[in-house]
């Protein structure tokens, strides 16, 4: 799909390479979904649900958003397209969080921020499968969190979380590794 149209309900979705909701995702119908004007494809896998008032937003960059099957996006969720965001399998993502691999553009003084663009690519989000991220937490750009990790509720994270350990705080550091 093309243009500035908004996507409530898969239902809506006309055939499109761009925007693809497998038929067993349930996507509630306040979700809003903004398709790229870029050519940025969002995917949505089986299993997967987006609860009520997700915003999935293509801005800053030309990234996918792949979301893949039994992922849960919890309500008031916001996704930022940016530098793209890969989303394992059988992930939890808690309400109100807000996955966004872009930053603005800032060196220039001279320049209005909101007239500089975007920063290069620090390598997008990866969540690997079964990682639960907290509540009200935020993913930046350059975050991996690697598989079976935990994000605890409120934290900032930027960088590579190892497998199975719990990480929280803002900045998110090292807490323990899970049992």
């Known amino acids: 799909m093309t243009g500035p149209s908004i996507i409530t309900n898969p239902g809506e979705v006309a055939p499109d390479e761009a925007v693809q909701i497998h038929g067993s995702a349930r996507v509630e119908p306040d979700v809003k979904i903004f398709p790229s004007v870029r050519g940025s494809r969002l995917e949505v896998g089986p299993k997967c649900l987006l609860e009520s008032f997700v915003v999935i937003r293509f801005v800053g960059g030309i990234g996918d958003i792949v979301i893949e099957e039994d992922t849960r996006i919890g309500s008031f969720g916001t996704l930022l397209s940016g530098h793209g965001i890969h989303l394992g399998k059988h992930i939890l993502v808690a309400a109100g969080c807000t996955i966004a691999p872009v930053n603005h553009a800032y060196e220039r003084r001279d320049v209005p921020i909101v007239q500089q663009g975007f920063m290069p690519s620090r390598g997008g ?36 979380v190892p497998a199975y350990t719990i990480w929280g705080g803002v900045p998110a ?3 323990k590794d899970r049992p």
Do not use: P, Q
Request: with cysteine; glycine share 16%; net charge neutral.
């Open 125 to 160: 989000v990866v969540v690997e499968d079964e990682a639960w991220i907290g509540g009200r937490c935020v993913l930046l750009d350059g975050t991996h969190i690697e598989r079976g990790a935990i994000i605890a509720a409120g934290s900032v994270v930027r960088g590579r």
């Open 173 to 175: 550091r090292y807490i």
